[in-house]
């Protein structure tokens, strides 16, 4: 069936550095993919979005490209901030439109001053 | 403001008890989901429902059970039959069921069981 899997966390920065979360998934056809962000005590937000191959979405200083060949959805930032502490999903909606999505794991993102 | 409130924000559980974890919206959303979040899991869906008076079993649906009497209401209990409930509970709900890649999601129920 159709998954998403995600790097390990936590992943620890130092305030500037630059970011890359890891995601491959598995699925037939062309899902749509995206990233959710989680804060300490809080419900998920959608970060970005793409929905088809070589579609960039990016939000916030963040950006992931949707690469069909490798089947991956790496998250990338330039330069962190203490506030982007949080934990971030990678997700996909199959091709089949089955009313849900399919969550990573989640990776931890830690940064430090 | 709008959103989706999930209530209460801590329950315990004990053992051969039913609880029930409320979730409400005002956004006039169609569809509504229930994930639970185990640590280095992610999310699993447990029911979701498209539209009123209807719903369907997700990926983990045992022990678990739900309603859609109305639009903005969308209760999960939590049986007896689940044998291991501690999780934190997610609530979401979008638009509609076919325009569900942005979901917006409560602040979580943790639930434990004493």
């Known amino acids: 069936g159709d998954s998403v899997t995600q790097m390990e966390g936590p992943v620890t920065l130092s305030e500037e550095a630059f970011l890359t979360i890891n995601c491959t998934y598995t699925?037939?056809?062309?899902?749509?993919l995206f990233w959710y962000v989680q804060y300490p005590g809080e419900g998920l937000q959608l970060l970005l979005k793409?929905?088809?191959?070589?579609d960039k979405g990016s939000n916030k200083g963040f950006e992931a490209t949707y690469r069909k060949e490798t089947t991956s959805f790496h998250l990338e930032k330039g330069s962190v901030q203490v506030s982007d502490s949080a934990v971030y999903f990678c997700?996909?909606?199959?091709?089949?439109?089955?009313?849900?999505?399919?969550f990573g794991q989640g990776t931890t993102l830690q940064v430090k001053p | 403001d709008g959103g989706i409130t999930q209530s209460p924000k801590y329950l315990f559980r004990k053992e051969g008890q039913n609880v029930t974890l409320s979730c409400e919206q005002n956004?006039?959303?169609?569809?509504m989901y229930w994930y639970r979040q185990d640590p280095g899991q992610g999310l699993r869906l447990i029911y979701y429902?498209?539209?009123?008076?209807?719903?369907q079993k997700g990926d983990i649906a045992e022990g678990y059970s739900v309603s859609r009497e109305k639009k903005e209401s969308f209760p999960l209990t939590v049986t007896s039959a689940q044998k291991n409930p501690t999780a934190f509970y997610l609530c979401?709900?979008?638009?509609?069921?076919?325009?569900?890649?942005?979901?917006?999601f409560g602040s979580g129920t943790q639930l434990s069981v004493l």
């Open positions: 793409a929905t088809k191959a070589d």
């Open positions: 997700a996909l909606r199959p091709s089949s439109n089955t009313g849900k999505l399919i």
């Open positions: 429902s498209q539209i009123v008076n209807d719903f």
């Open positions: 979401a709900s979008s638009i509609d069921g076919n325009n569900n890649e942005k979901l917006f």
């Open positions: 956004l006039n959303h169609d569809a």
């Open positions: 699925a037939t056809g062309y899902p749509s």
